[in-house]
Nanobody, 123 residues
Framework: VQLQASGGGLVEAGGSLRLSCKAS????????FAWFRQAPGRESEFVAY????????YYSESVKGRFTISRDNLKNMVYLQMNNLKPEDTAVYYC?????????????????WGQGTLVTVSS
């Protein structure tokens, strides 16, 4: 499995970014995906989840109403639209397919990660 996240960068508080995750070497259409993030000195944190066809989407309380996860099964892509960004959203963001049946927001459900993409939000 290869996962490549992109789209991060430096943005001012209140701004927007769209992260992308390209997956290969996997039956993409059959997989649920999630975004997690890790801020410096902190543990990895669940951000958003999407099932195989997009019918089920879940978010952490900290991003609900501001972030939107989506996917394009024809392009093997998963996206995270992030609006109204806050300095506390600063982190490296990772995407991964769910391949173990723990809870959707449990990092143990995801065993493959790409290199991540850094999001920095200035105040």
């Amino acid at each position: 499995v290869q996962l490549q996240a992109s789209g991060g960068g430096l943005v001012e508080a209140g701004g927007s970014l769209r992260l992308s995750c390209k997956a290969s070497g996997i039956n993409f259409w059959n997989c649920a995906f999630a975004w997690f993030r890790q801020a410096p000195g902190r543990e990895s944190e669940f951000v958003a989840y999407i099932n195989w066809n997009g019918d089920n989407r879940y978010y952490s309380e900290s991003v609900k109403g501001r972030f939107t996860i989506s996917r394009d099964n024809l392009k093997n892509m998963v996206y995270l639209q992030m609006n109204n960004l806050k300095p506390e959203d600063t982190a490296v963001y990772y995407c991964g397919p769910r391949d173990i049946n723990y809870d959707y927001n449990d990092r143990r459900s995801y065993t493959s990660w790409g290199q991540g993409t850094l999001v920095t939000v200035s105040s």
